[in-house]
Nanobody, 115 residues
Framework: QVHLVESGGGLVQPGGSLRLSCTAT????????FGWDRQAPGKMRHFVAL???????NYRTSVIGRSTMHSDRAKGTSPLQMNNLQSDDTPLYSC?????????WGQGTQLSVSA
């Protein structure tokens, strides 16, 4: 079983930066890939970044060029650096891990962008 914990969210001004952390515990050898998702209140969760089988990373179009995810399966970590944050980046961010036949998510960390 894998348990994920996120941290690093908070209040940031428009144009600012944050580094979100994701740490996995338990059977981290079972993790096939990592990713980050976000969800606004009352809306569906959608992906922000996802590691690919070839070792690359796929990003949501709206965050390309200002977000970087550095996943390390051996360590069980997947930090997400986000720069030039805007009001549209404001929801709850959750880390997920792909396991055999399923995904698991952490509780999430809240990001608020406001002047």
């Amino acid at each position: 079983q894998v348990h994920l914990v996120e941290s690093g969210g908070g209040l940031v001004q428009p144009g600012g930066s944050l580094r979100l952390s994701c740490t996995a515990t338990g059977d981290i050898s079972a993790i096939a890939n990592f990713g980050w998702d976000r969800q606004a209140p009352g809306k569906m969760r959608h992906f922000v970044a996802l590691t690919l089988n070839d070792g690359g990373t796929n990003y949501r179009t709206s965050v390309i060029g200002r977000s970087t995810m550095h996943s390390d399966r051996a360590k069980g970590t997947s930090p997400l650096q986000m720069n030039n944050l805007q009001s549209d980046d404001t929801p709850l961010y959750s880390c997920h891990a792909g396991l055999t036949g399923k995904f698991t998510w952490g509780q999430g960390t809240q990001l608020s962008v406001s002047a």
